[in-house]
């Protein structure tokens, strides 16, 4: 390894161009640990959410310099001994992937490297009072490593109320003593009606309770026959873009027998999506390929189905097996043609395979689905450079400008 040179580069302020060299070296060593790797890609991974934040005005300048110095610490200390950083502790989780921002990175990278954006200093914060948790946080056992914090369920329905969120808590709780893991499920008591958290809200509650995992939601009544709906949400660690759609598309039961099987599938999506947030990809794929087995059966059915493929699909992403990821991928939007998690990803999977009609193709089709991406236009850009359409590349960066330039006018209008 060139440590000298990286260390050099690191110096200059280069983070990134650091993090590719030593990338590149570990990747052509035979004789680099499949751990070390996996490290170095959790820190790139960690500087990429870093850029894309600073790219979209949402870090102030105090904080990101912080940031980076945490990870070019973490770096030197990566190339003085290999073996220090190869497995995170409980108390050192910062840096994990996050759950569906696989081709967020991307974008976020492409934005950084073609389009010079500077964020003014933002004047210094007021200090305030820390904020009371609108849930009494549960205790968990000292040696817990994975804790998922449940709420109290909304019940709009007609029918008495159903504890949903202490059947999920016994499930999950089963589940980690079946697979023999240190984690624990525990609800937190509270007043859904008066506090239905927001995504935001959940994700200030999750740091307030020290939880890897904070789960929420409702369930209602609907059709003739009342069928009861439970719509579970949720908030991950670190988790920079929560799901925004249901955990499993609004499960419909229509009876405590089917509300049982629904639950124990909700929980092993649950958990999944834990152990893909803390980078324990094995016991993530274990549970979402049971989903998938299971679904055939399952009052869940396809939708859990669904869900179960994207998890399988992140997972693959980061273990770098880009063809099963894609093949999952696939899978989902079968039964879910606007999964925005799936055309997300796969323009960039195919991108990265030089598959570069199908990466045209389906970044157009992300764009539709998600105007609010603009960085997909970097992508489209990489892709018609690669095609030698020189003009279109031009054009498309242009678009990433103008849609840049109309974001920065809105955000200001809506401040003052």
């Known amino acids: 390894m060139e440590k000298e040179k990286i260390l050099d580069i690191i110096r200059t302020g280069d983070t990134g161009k650091a993090i590719d060299l030593l990338l590149d070296e570990l990747i052509s060593s035979a004789g680099a640990s499949a751990s070390t790797l996996k490290a170095v890609r959790l820190i790139e991974a960690e500087y990429n959410r870093l850029r894309e934040e600073q790219l979209q005005n949402t870090i102030d300048s105090g904080a990101a310099e912080a940031r980076l110095n945490a990870i070019n610490k973490r770096l030197l200390d990566l190339l003085d001994d290999p073996s220090a950083v190869q497995h995170s502790s409980p108390e050192k989780k910062a840096v994990r992937i996050g759950t569906i921002s696989g081709g967020v990175l991307l974008l976020a990278f492409l934005a950084w490297k073609l389009i010079p954006w500077q964020t003014p200093p933002p004047p210094p914060p007021e200090e305030e009072e820390p904020a009371q948790p609108l849930f009494a946080c549960p205790a968990f056992g000292a040696t817990t490593e994975l804790k998922i914090t ?143 087995q299971a679904s055939a059966s399952s009052p869940a059915g396809d939708a859990a189905k669904t869900d179960a ?22 899978e989902a939007l079968k039964k879910d043609p606007d999964n925005k998690t799936a055309l997300n990803n796969l323009p960039i999977l195919d991108y990265k395979a030089k598959k570069f009609l199908n990466a045209e193709w389906r970044t157009e089709r992300a764009i539709k689905i998600n105007p609010e991406k603009i960085g997909f236009n970097l992508l489209q850009a990489e892709i018609f450079k690669e095609q030698g359409e020189t003009l279109k590349a031009k054009e498309a960066i242009t678009r990433f400008r103008t849609e840049k330039l109309r974001m920065l006018t809105d955000s200001v209008k809506i401040s003052n």
């Open 150 to 292: 449940l709420l109290p369920f909304l019940n709009l329905s007609s029918k008495e109320d159903v504890p949903v969120h202490f059947g999920l808590q016994d499930e999950i709780n089963a589940l980690f003593r079946e697979m023999k893991y240190p984690g624990q499920a525990k609800v937190a008591s509270g007043d859904p009606e008066k506090n239905y958290l927001t995504f935001e809200d959940a994700e200030v509650l999750r740091g307030q309770c020290l939880s890897d995992m904070v789960v929420w939601g409702k369930y209602t009544s609907q059709g003739v026959n009342e069928d009861e709906l439970l719509d579970v949400r949720f908030v991950s660690s670190p988790f920079d873009l929560p799901q925004q759609e249901e955990v499993d598309s609004l499960l419909e039961h229509r009876s405590q027998e089917e509300l049982s099987a629904n639950l124990k599938t909700t929980a092993k999506l649950l958990l999944a999506q834990a152990f893909l947030s803390e980078n324990q990809m094995d016991l993530a794929l274990q549970l979402a390929h049971e989903v998938i």
């Open 309 to 330: 493929h994207i998890i399988a699909a992140e997972a693959y992403q980061m273990l770098n097996q880009p063809e099963n990821a894609a093949a999952n991928y696939e």
